[in-house]
């Protein structure tokens, strides 16, 4: 074959497969892991701390039943049937501020226990007597956490807080923004909002649902509704009396005769994507400020 011919052929088959060539150039670009919910810490906060210098400790408890069998990574530990424990002390600084940790912990269908890493935190919160029945704040996370439990290692997270609360009804939202700090994706923010509604049935508990989804990289807006994380819960939350919910902020408890009452949430959740690694899971928290 003349050497022109030759050019030409080889020149025609890079043109015929140049489509796929992109193709595959582009998906070894892009992220197998879009994002990453928080499989430890599953609450909707709201803009609450502990009096200065008081001391609060609550403890997060949640269970997979049913959920992705498959690593996202070499080495990582997969959701399905995976228990986990959460232990969060605090303490208050200012009555706007409080100081906070998370220890966390896994053990998994075949009984083998982890430790899945802590996190500090601080939450800053506007007084209640400023914003009446709305409240606002900021929590503000940075952690370590193992290989098995996230591909990066070191991770950030900026939480707003905002919402609004009469004594029946509550409505609250977390539009969560966090990034690694470690690994191939670091710095690159991720959108994982959160919210609640919630009624206070005047019996001593709230019936309420919370949503948390997770939007991927905020590079990646167009990220398929399929490839997103969103979870739904039903809740159950101990909730004291209308009655104690004023526009004003309630007179200061005396820690010699009056207790601080326990905090409890209980909720089902079934994720409403096949991205969302959770298919069906449970949870409960129990805490207590001191």
Do not use: C
């Given at each position: 074959?003349?050497?022109?011919?030759?050019?030409?052929?080889?020149?025609?088959?890079y043109?015929?497969?140049?489509?796929?060539?992109?193709?595959a150039?582009a998906?070894?670009?892009?992220?197998?892991?879009?994002?990453?919910?928080?499989?430890?810490?599953?609450?909707?906060?709201?803009?609450?701390?502990?009096?200065?210098?008081?001391?609060?400790?609550?403890a997060?408890?949640?269970?997979?039943?049913?959920?992705?069998?498959?690593?996202?990574?070499?080495?990582?530990?997969?959701?399905?049937?995976?228990?986990?424990?959460?232990?969060?002390?605090?303490?208050?600084?200012?009555?706007?501020?409080?100081?906070?940790?998370?220890?966390?912990n896994?053990?998994?269908?075949?009984?083998?226990?982890?430790?899945?890493?802590?996190?500090?935190?601080?939450?800053?919160?506007?007084?209640?007597?400023?914003?009446g029945?709305?409240?606002?704040?900021?929590?503000?996370?940075?952690g370590?956490?193992?290989?098995?439990?996230?591909?990066?290692?070191?991770?950030?997270?900026?939480?707003p807080?905002?919402?609004?609360?009469?004594?029946?009804?509550?409505?609250?939202?977390?539009?969560?923004?966090?990034?690694?700090?470690?690994?191939?994706?670091?710095?690159?923010?991720?959108?994982?909002?959160?919210?609640?509604?919630?009624?206070?049935?005047?019996?001593?508990?709230?019936?309420?649902?919370?949503?948390?989804?997770?939007?991927?990289?905020?590079?990646?807006?167009?990220?398929?509704?399929?490839?997103?994380?969103h979870?739904?819960?039903?809740?159950?939350?101990?909730?004291?009396?209308?009655?104690?919910?004023?526009?004003?902020?309630?007179?200061?408890?005396?820690?010699?005769?009056?207790?601080?009452?326990?905090?409890?949430?209980?909720?089902?959740?079934?994720?409403?994507?096949?991205?969302?690694?959770?298919?069906?899971?449970?949870?409960?928290?129990?805490?207590?400020?001191?």
């Amino acid at each position: 074959m003349p050497k022109t011919t030759q050019t030409n052929a080889i020149t025609n088959g890079y043109m015929h497969h140049a489509p796929a060539l992109l193709l595959a150039m582009a998906a070894t670009a892009i992220p197998t892991r879009v994002l990453a919910g928080d499989l430890f810490e599953i609450q909707v906060y709201e803009a609450e701390v502990n009096r200065p210098w008081q001391p609060g400790l609550e403890a997060h408890l949640n269970y997979t039943m049913s959920g992705r069998k498959t690593p996202d990574y070499a080495g990582e530990q997969v959701p399905h049937q995976v228990g986990r424990l959460t232990l969060e002390p605090a303490l208050g600084i200012t009555e706007f501020l409080e100081v906070g940790a998370y220890l966390q912990n896994t053990l998994n269908a075949d009984g083998q226990y982890r430790f899945a890493g802590w996190k500090l935190r601080t939450k800053w919160v506007l007084p209640k007597r400023y914003t009446g029945n709305f409240f606002f704040g900021l929590n503000a996370e940075i952690g370590k956490v193992p290989h098995a439990v996230e591909a990066e290692g070191w991770a950030n997270e900026f939480r707003p807080i905002a919402g609004y609360y009469d004594g029946h009804w509550l409505f609250d939202v977390n539009p969560i923004i966090g990034y690694a700090l470690s690994g191939p994706d670091k710095l690159r923010p991720e959108f994982e909002p959160a919210g609640k509604i919630g009624f206070n049935t005047q019996h001593g508990f709230m019936l309420g649902a919370e949503y948390y989804a997770g939007f991927g990289y905020l590079s990646s807006v167009s990220t398929p509704v399929s490839e997103q994380e969103h979870l739904l819960f039903v809740t159950l939350d101990l909730a004291e009396a209308a009655e104690a919910a004023t526009m004003t902020a309630p007179a200061p408890k005396d820690a010699h005769t009056e207790s601080e009452p326990w905090e409890f949430n209980l909720g089902l959740g079934r994720g409403l994507t096949d991205a969302t690694p959770q298919h069906y899971i449970v949870k409960a928290i129990f805490g207590k400020a001191f």
